[in-house]
């Protein structure tokens, strides 16, 4: 009787764990890499309804296929994905991720809703989506970065590459 009720406390424990969270949907954007299921998401942050002119995004690691949610470490914040704000109000932000100074992103609301913006080879697009495909070796190394959105003119759906 004593292992039945372990069992099934055991079995209990394992379905809480690998239940989904729940992962806001309305992001401004996401990144993602080649070496894993994990994913950064670019969330609005909001002071009293208007755009924090501080940190305009709110970045954070989605692991385990959904199942976890994590800040950024330091590392991760100085080197690679955190954000970095070129200029701000309470409306619209212009900012680069640490790794890619050349890319700006601006934050504003179209049609109503925040979204990020990005200019590339004479499109602009609503950022949906970054995704990086990287080299395995001893230090990872980016081979090339595409980027996803949707024409503000057109409605199209567009994927433009970055070389790294």
Known sequence: MKHFVL?????????????????????????????????ICYDINLEGGKLCQKSPLNPYWV??????????????????FGVKVV????NEANVHLTAYKDLTIRICKHKGKWVGIVKLNGYELILEK???????????????VDIYGTDIKTGEKRRERIKA
């Not at 200029?87 to 309470?90: D, G, I, V």
């Open 7 to 39: 069992s099934i406390l055991l079995c209990a424990l394992s379905c809480l764990t690998a239940m989904a969270i729940d992962i806001p949907k309305e992001h401004i954007f996401i990144f993602e890499r080649s070496t894993n299921t994990n994913y």
């Open 63 to 80: 692991l385990n296929e959904g199942t976890k949610i994590e800040g950024l470490t330091f590392f991760d914040r100085k080197m690679a």
């Open 87 to 90: 200029s701000a109000n309470e």
């Open 130 to 144: 970054m995704f990086a495909q990287m080299k395995q070796s001893i230090y990872p190394k980016c081979e090339y």
